[in-house]
């Protein structure tokens, strides 16, 4: 909490500072309006391509069997969006820095993000949730785009990367619904069952019959003991750490547990609040993901206590998609 505490404070410091800068150069070097550009260009650079969805819409149309079918299409529409927002506004503020064409309040408020490493308010209206500086920002962009092209091209993946998805409860559901029309289910009363697996992301050579395997999350306030597999104490000033590989297995009528297990929250991004989209799901909040516990509530007949999960809510345990750097 303190190292927390003291990183927030020298950001909120950081971010008065900057925002007291000069907005013309008094000495050498570069003018601020050549630092933009050079920014702009580079950013440019990347080369950020559009999906082609008629052809992803003609290799995995809709089927009742299949919903990630849906889901990857719904994907690409949103980071279509995104790269579009990206690349059309790069353009016009280089054009703007040129005189080429006016300087709207919209490009000046993005080119004062640009010159301060933060994300253009431009880009964040069409953009999934992150609290990443612009640089990190754009690096995790690629690698999202990366992955969802590499879904396209090669089909299905044996485990998914959580955090590269824009909606991941669509995906979520979309698991949900493969499942009830496998068996011939009411959707409603399936739910999923969790396994911390060891395989790493990268040797999973093969899908689940049922269910996905998903990776990406950080766990805060506790640590992972991959042979006790149960949650253990966060190891001295380590405050995020890489969780393993879930399976998440859709079951039918599974009672949820209620001894010796937390039900460990999982957001998008460290804000740890959100609000409810026209959807009916969080723009913040994926899931619930119960982990097994090592820790017992106070008492003789502890293992048998109820409020089990006691110990890891004083401590904020909780699961990410992404963290702020």
């Known amino acids: 909490a303190d190292i927390v505490c003291a990183q927030n404070e020298t950001s909120e410091l950081c971010g008065i500072m900057l925002s007291l800068q000069p907005k013309v150069s008094s000495g050498g070097g570069q003018t601020r309006e050549e630092v933009i550009e050079q920014v702009a260009l580079d950013l440019q650079s990347r080369h950020l391509e559009l999906f082609d969805l008629d052809d992803i819409a003609h290799r995995y149309p809709l089927s009742y069997t299949q919903s990630m079918n849906r889901v990857l299409s719904q994907e690409c529409m949103r980071y279509n969006k995104l790269i579009a927002a990206y690349n059309s506004s790069l353009s016009s503020l280089l054009k703007a820095l040129k005189g080429l064409v006016v300087m709207s309040s919209e490009l000046e408020a993005m080119a004062t993000s640009l010159f301060a490493n933060q994300v253009p308010a431009l880009w964040t209206k069409a953009a999934y949730p992150s609290l990443k500086p612009l640089a990190a920002w754009v690096d995790d962009l690629q690698r999202r785009l990366g992955f969802m092209r590499g879904r396209a091209d090669s089909g299905t993946p044996s485990c998914f990367w959580i955090s590269g998805l824009y909606f991941p409860q669509a995906f979520l559901t979309g698991t949900l619904q493969n ?106 909040f994926v899931l619930a993901v119960e982990l097994p516990s090592s820790e017992p509530c106070d008492g003789p007949f502890s293992w048998y206590c109820e409020n089990f999960s006691a110990h890891w809510i004083k401590r904020a345990v909780a699961l990410f998609c992404a963290l702020n750097y």
């Open 179 to 284: 499942y009830a029309r496998k068996y011939k289910l009411a959707i409603d009363t399936v739910s999923f069952d969790y396994e911390v697996l060891d395989i790493k992301p990268d040797r999973c050579e093969r899908a689940p019959d049922d269910g996905c395997y998903i990776y990406g999350f950080f766990l805060e306030g506790a640590s992972w003991d991959a042979q006790k597999r149960v949650l253990v104490e966060a190891q001295p000033k380590e405050l995020y750490t890489v969780f393993p590989m879930l399976w998440l297995h859709p079951r039918e009528n599974r009672p949820p547990p209620t001894v010796g297990v937390y039900s460990c929250p999982a957001y998008k991004t460290l804000t740890r609040a959100g609000t409810l989209s026209t959807t009916g799901h969080s723009t913040n």
